[in-house]
């Protein structure tokens, strides 16, 4: 599909005029940085630790929720029985000490481009990221200097309900500043999708790994890309497709 007519179709469902960016709300892991693999290899690593072998796509597809949520859907799934906020609190711990031995993430090819043209443009750019850990959220300052500052973060500790729930998102405006028809989304995850999706934001899929890329349009993705660089490319053109395009209420 089109930028043009991915945006005159988003304009259509949403009965919105026209879409102007002013913000974009960027997911974290898998988008910025290729950290991925590592998250799904500590997680399995933390329930191999308790006995349970769990297939790693497991992880793509739980990708976007937060610590306490993963843990409980692996509970319920392997042990059939919830587990208590202290189990919580001790697996998570024990999840970012797994990550933070892992050989250190690489920044994704393409993101640093992407947020220089954002930030050249004058769009805002609000990270919105369902991780709480401090490996990385310590490293955006240094990775892409002059682009986040710790008010324009949202992670797991500002939100109640995590994706694929709309909040993250809409607090995600709510530090903007600007509307639902201001702003767009940048995720990696299906799980991210649906939750820009359900916050009425114009919402772009970058497919970094393993999962079938009909995940994200299936997750309310309104433009799918198949890589960050490939994206970084076709940026310019969705923001003129967004500036140029208006709904014309047919
Ligand atoms: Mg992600």
């Known amino acids: 599909m089109t930028p043009k007519l991915a945006v ?23 988008t910025l940085y290729d ?29 976007g929720r937060t610590g306490a949520s993963q843990i409980k859907l692996l509970f319920e799934k392997y042990f059939g029985v919830e587990p208590t906020e202290q189990q919580c609190a001790d697996l998570y711990r ?26 050249e443009i004058g769009v805002k750019c609000v990270l919105v990221t369902g991780s709480g850990q401090r490996t990385l959220l310590d490293r955006l300052q240094r990775d892409f200097p002059g ?23 809409l607090k995600g405006l709510e530090v903007a500043g600007f509307r639902a028809d201001e702003a767009i989304v940048i995720e990696n995850a299906p799980l991210g999708v649906e939750a820009g999706h359900r916050a ?44 140029t395009t208006m709904n014309n209420f047919n």
């Not at 919402?203 to 349009?217: E, K, Q, R, S």
């Open 8 to 30: 005159q179709k988003f304009l259509e469902r949403h009965n919105y005029i026209k879409v102007v960016p002013r913000a974009a709300l960027i997911d974290m892991d898998g």
């Open 35 to 63: 950290s991925m693999p590592s998250h799904a290899r500590a997680w399995q690593q933390m329930m191999a630790e308790l006995g349970v072998d769990v297939p790693r796509e497991q992880f793509f597809m739980y990708e």
């Open 94 to 119: 024990r999840k970012t000490e797994l990550f933070a031995e892992m050989p250190p993430v690489e920044v994704m090819p393409g993101a640093a481009e992407m947020l220089t043209f954002l930030k």
């Open 147 to 169: 682009i986040f500052t710790p008010d324009t973060i949202v992670s797991s500790r500002d939100v109640r309900h995590g994706k694929p729930h709309a909040e993250p998102y």
């Open 200 to 243: 009425g934001i114009f919402t772009i899929g970058v497919n970094t790994g393993p999962i079938d890329p009909a995940a994200l349009a299936d997750a309310g993705a309104d433009l799918v890309y198949d890589s960050m660089t490939d994206f970084a490319e076709m940026l310019p053109l969705v923001v003129y497709s967004l500036l």
